[in-house]
């Protein structure tokens, strides 16, 4: 996507809360144009290659403004997720909120930074009762979640809020990226898409919950995504305008249920029907959430952010599921 590598090489990304999924993801990708520095309270089991590693907790603005002097470009990942948010609040809070602030503070009065990208998430929509067409404006439903989710949502609406905010009153440039949930190789183990593609290429059955096997989800294929940021860290280090925000995500909402189906016939396919895993649903004694038709009752229009973005298209989920398993199969083979 770059066309100008060896200016970009002189270029400097800084990934806030590197540590994770996301982050790492992001230095593997934009190490080859970019020069990348992580700052994290934790150093990662492995760096990417020729990837700077500074430890920086974002609590403090003197050292978050230290770390970021000699950046161009900051992507901040960090936060707080669930579960430890629901234990650990007053932490949540200084992390998610006064963190955010204090990196998007750093980048608008250091002179070097040109800009922000904020890791957003498609969660700030809500999970129930979506109606209508999803698109930028959709709008924030923070009381729509379950509540184990609620803290998580409030922080993803209260960074982007704080994000928005800088775009409006700051001469350097913020943008946020709202992510579907991300399919990707190094995903966290709790995902659903992890559990299930593990159990399932263990040959043990693959395990929704009833109470919400039919919660529509949206996905996003990680290669899109760290194409999607390389293109907005692009837009601006060529001082062009950004829009606030965009929605990146395969706009087809896929229940959990679906997810699970998808997962079995991937692996069935690709191990020539050697591994056939069970769909067997689980009952928690909890009342159903979601009912088969409410993936019908909304809709997905990403046009305008995939334009913003430069992007044709997206990867159907299937064919994320479908890589991962492949890759998955192999390492097992030469393990």
Same mark, same amino acid.
């Given at each position: 996507? /770059? @066309?100008?590598? !060896?200016?970009?090489?002189?270029?400097?990304?800084?990934?806030?809360?590197?540590?994770?999924?996301?982050?790492?993801?992001?230095?593997?990708?934009?190490?080859?144009?970019?020069?990348?520095?992580?700052?994290?309270?934790?150093?990662?089991?492995?760096?990417?290659?020729?990837?700077?590693?500074?430890?920086?907790?974002?609590?403090?603005?003197?050292?978050?403004?230290?770390?970021?002097?000699?950046?161009?470009?900051?992507?901040? =990942?960090?936060?707080?997720?669930?579960?430890?948010?629901?234990?650990?609040? $007053?932490?949540?809070?200084?992390? /998610?909120?006064?963190?955010?602030?204090?990196?998007? $503070?750093?980048?608008?009065?250091?002179? &070097?930074?040109? @800009?922000?990208?904020?890791?957003?998430?498609?969660?700030?929509?809500?999970?129930?009762?979506?109606? !209508?067409?999803?698109?930028?404006?959709?709008?924030?439903?923070?009381?729509?979640?379950?509540?184990?989710?609620?803290?998580?949502?409030?922080?993803?609406?209260?960074?982007?809020?704080?994000?928005?905010?800088?775009?409006?009153?700051?001469?350097?440039?913020?943008?946020?990226? *709202?992510?579907?949930?991300?399919?990707?190789? @190094?995903?966290?183990?709790?995902? %659903? %898409?992890?559990?299930?593609?593990?159990?399932?290429?263990? @040959?043990?059955?693959?395990?929704?919950?009833?109470?919400?096997?039919? &919660?529509?989800?949206?996905?996003?294929?990680?290669?899109?995504?760290?194409?999607?940021?390389?293109?907005?860290?692009?837009?601006?280090?060529?001082?062009?305008?950004?829009?606030?925000?965009?929605?990146?995500?395969?706009?087809?909402?896929?229940?959990?249920?679906?997810?699970?189906?998808?997962?079995?016939?991937?692996? =069935?396919?690709?191990?020539?029907? $050697?591994?056939?895993?069970?769909?067997?649903?689980?009952?928690?004694?909890?009342?159903?959430?979601?009912?088969?038709?409410?993936?019908?009752?909304?809709?997905?229009?990403?046009?305008?952010?995939?334009?913003?973005? !430069?992007?044709?298209?997206?990867?159907?989920?299937?064919?994320?599921?479908? *890589?991962?398993?492949?890759? *998955?199969?192999?390492?097992?083979?030469?393990?």
């Amino acid at each position: 996507m /770059n @066309g100008n590598v !060896g200016v970009s090489m002189q270029h400097v990304v800084g990934i806030v809360g590197g540590a994770g999924f996301i982050g790492l993801s992001l230095a593997s990708y934009l190490n080859k144009n970019y020069r990348v520095k992580l700052l994290d309270v934790r150093r990662p089991e492995s760096l990417p290659h020729n990837v700077i590693f500074e430890k920086c907790d974002i609590r403090y603005y003197n050292l978050v403004r230290k770390c970021l002097r000699n950046v161009d470009v900051v992507v901040n =990942t960090a936060i707080i997720q669930i579960p430890a948010i629901n234990e650990y609040k $007053r932490l949540g809070y200084e992390v /998610n909120f006064l963190g955010t602030h204090n990196v998007c $503070r750093a980048v608008d009065e250091l002179k &070097r930074p040109k @800009g922000l990208i904020l890791a957003g998430s498609w969660h700030v929509f809500g999970e129930r009762e979506l109606k !209508g067409v999803i698109d930028e404006e959709f709008g924030f439903r923070p009381d729509k979640v379950e509540d184990r989710a609620r803290l998580y949502v409030l922080s993803k609406i209260a960074q982007e809020v704080i994000v928005r905010y800088f775009k409006e009153m700051s001469d350097k440039d913020y943008a946020v990226i *709202r992510m579907g949930t991300v399919l990707g190789e @190094g995903m966290p183990e709790k995902t %659903a %898409a992890n559990i299930f593609i593990t159990r399932g290429l263990r @040959g043990e059955p693959i395990t929704p919950y009833r109470h919400s096997m039919h &919660r529509p989800m949206l996905y996003v294929d990680v290669n899109d995504v760290v194409m999607s940021y390389e293109s907005l860290i692009e837009k601006m280090l060529s001082g062009k305008n950004t829009l606030p925000a965009v929605n990146l995500f395969y706009p087809e909402p896929i229940t959990v249920l679906e997810l699970a189906e998808i997962v079995k016939d991937v692996i =069935t396919e690709l191990t020539s029907g $050697r591994i056939m895993p069970k769909i067997e649903v689980v009952d928690k004694g909890i009342p159903p959430l979601f009912t088969p038709e409410d993936k019908n009752k909304f809709s997905v229009d990403i046009s305008k952010s995939l334009k913003a973005l !430069g992007i044709d298209s997206l990867t159907h989920p299937r064919e994320s599921v479908r *890589r991962i398993v492949k890759v *998955r199969l192999e390492t097992m083979q030469n393990a």
